[in-house]
């Protein structure tokens, strides 16, 4: 087990194109987070997931947003007509429901030129 | 508005000090307790967590919570080089909510 993978690490777009994110936890955790992270700022939380139920969603989240976990192993986050404003590292995390703290991913660098 | 207060820093410390790093919160119904270490460029990494009022030690490190003051910090002691990371306090509400809200972080610095 090699921690939580995220694809890809680093993703450059034009703005209005979409783009989607991939998350690989920890294989016998059933919870998967995500989070965006700006320079100079801490992890915000997005939504998350217990197996492939979405439990929880932040209103950062907003309708431009998306996020998928069908068979409760990987995750996916869909960013629709991206803004500059998105620019962000998308991290993942992973736990085992219960546990404190969970385990990050090195995230996805996302840039919107 | 969940809120988690920080000083940025930098916070500069001799190497072979303790370092102490604090954290305010503001939802009296925050439950749990974290700190992560971040290096540049990398993803946070938990170091600590803590729930109830008190001290908890974990090697070098000490987590102190006083929820009635709505505090929490953490204390490194024989400050090393390598701990020269940014500090993230993280705190969960209870009641089935599951995300944290992180602070800014704080950069220490160790000095050699």
């Known amino acids: 087990d090699t921690g939580v993978s995220q694809d890809p690490r680093h993703k450059i777009t034009k703005r209005g194109q979409n783009v989607t994110f991939r998350c690989d936890p920890i294989s016998e955790h059933n919870r998967l987070y995500w989070y965006r992270q700006t320079l100079g700022q801490g992890p915000e939380f997005l939504t998350y997931f217990q197996n492939e139920a979405q439990l929880e969603k932040s209103r950062l989240l907003s309708d431009r947003f998306s996020a998928e976990r069908p068979k409760g192993s990987f995750s996916t986050l869909e960013i629709q007509r991206t803004e500059q404003g998105d620019s962000a590292m998308y991290l993942c995390a992973s736990s085992l429901a219960g546990a404190y703290g969970y385990t990050f991913g090195s995230g996805t660098r996302l840039t919107v030129v | ?112």
């Open chain 2, 1 to 112: 508005q969940k809120e988690v207060e920080q000083n940025s820093g930098p916070l500069s410390v001799p190497e072979g000090a303790i370092a102490s790093l604090n954290c305010t919160y503001s939802d009296r119904g925050s439950q749990s307790f974290f700190w992560y270490r971040q290096y540049s460029g990398k993803s946070p990494e938990l170091i600590m967590f803590i729930y109830s009022n008190g001290d908890k030690e974990d090697g070098r490190f000490t987590a102190q919570l006083n929820k009635a003051s709505q505090y929490v910090s953490l204390l490194i002691r024989d400050s090393q080089p390598s701990d020269s990371a940014t500090y993230l306090c993280a705190v969960k509400l209870g009641g089935g909510a599951d995300g944290l809200t992180f602070g800014k972080g704080t950069h220490l610095i160790i000095q050699p």
